[in-house]
């Protein structure tokens, strides 16, 4: 008679040839390294990875920023106010005089900040809580999911004034209040996605062998998530940089003498018929940083997700 451990991995290998074997195979470890599927990905995809260019590009840009400018973001020329793009100037000067490619790379800085630090800071909450609600279920998954439905509930840029009025100004409020009400549609699909993780046959399996709960999670849960996950985030920092914007516009963003993306553009405003090169190059920037965000994770979940690789 056989042991329960040899009947319970002749059940993995089978599964690992019907209809749930692809999920499967992401749990137990593919042929594939993750440097093939980046491989794969250059091959086949070239504006993802042209787009992931453009992001370490703009990356690289926001750090270099004093080295690569001669001014700085404060520094003032009232004679050459409102100067178009020249040798001088590339991008013009603003309404103060100081140059508008310096203020845009160092701009750089706090918005790519403002689009990564909180949207990590959600995905991490959420996932946590949504692992937790969806595998354990019963009375805790019913509390965080009614906690999610009270976050989702409110107007997002709503939620984040009240929480900005509450924290007061700061880039660290800015990142807390975009980090809570970013948490709750993570959550839930994570929750989702967990739900139906948790009855197929490869983790009843594991249940059956005696492995812990916390091991199932990290090891056979979490990596079918990734796909969904990376989705969530090139949609969530582009979206958090444009919160960042609204905030900004509201008077409770980024505040004066700091520099974003959004503050430069809703200063620039005023001047949009005279010069139009206020608004426009930051303008331009959120526009490429969002492009490539949502062309790169469209290239990752080709590769990472099992259940893409045959259709």
């Not at 019907?18 to 086949?44: C, I, P, V, W, Y």
């Not at 995809?45 to 590009?57: D, P, Q, R, T, Y």
């Not at 050459?80 to 100081?98: F, I, M, V, Y």
């Not at 805790?140 to 924290?167: E, G, K, Q, W």
């Amino acid at each position: 008679m056989k042991k329960k451990k040899e009947i319970v991995e002749e059940l993995l290998a089978q599964t690992g040839e019907n209809g749930s074997g692809q999920a499967l195979e992401s749990q137990l470890g593919e042929s594939d390294t993750f440097k093939d599927k980046m491989k794969r990905m250059a091959s086949s995809n070239k504006l993802a990875v042209f787009s992931g260019i453009l992001i370490l590009l703009f990356i690289l840009l926001a750090a270099l920023a004093p080295v690569l400018t001669p001014y700085t973001s404060e520094e003032m020329d009232l004679l050459a106010r409102l100067s178009p793009p020249s040798a001088k100037h590339l991008l013009g000067t603003d309404e103060l005089g100081r140059d508008v490619l310096t203020r845009l790379l160092y701009g750089a800085r706090v918005s790519l900040a403002v689009g990564i630090v909180p949207t990590v800071a959600s995905m991490l909450i959420g996932v946590f809580l949504g692992m937790i609600s969806g595998y354990v279920g019963g009375i805790v998954d019913s509390v965080i999911m009614r906690l999610a439905d009270v976050v989702l509930s409110f107007p997002s840029l709503l939620l984040a004034m009240v929480i900005m009025y509450t924290l007061g100004d700061g880039i660290s409020s800015i990142f807390i209040a975009l980090a809570i009400t970013n948490w709750a549609g993570v959550a839930r699909v994570v929750r989702s996605e967990t739900l139906s993780l948790r009855e197929t046959e490869y983790v009843e399996a594991a249940r059956s062998m005696g492995v812990k709960d916390f091991t199932i999670i990290l090891r056979h849960v979490l990596p079918n998530c990734i796909p969904s996950l990376i989705v969530l985030f090139t949609l969530d920092v582009p979206s958090a940089i444009l919160s960042e914007s609204s905030l900004s516009f509201l008077g409770i963003g980024v505040q004066l003498p700091n520099s974003s993306w959004g503050l430069m553009v809703n200063l620039g405003r005023t001047y949009l018929y005279n010069a139009p090169w206020l608004s426009l190059a930051p303008s331009a920037a959120i526009m490429l940083v969002v492009l490539a965000f949502n062309f790169l994770g469209d290239g990752l979940r080709d590769v990472l997700d099992p259940h893409l690789k045959d259709s």
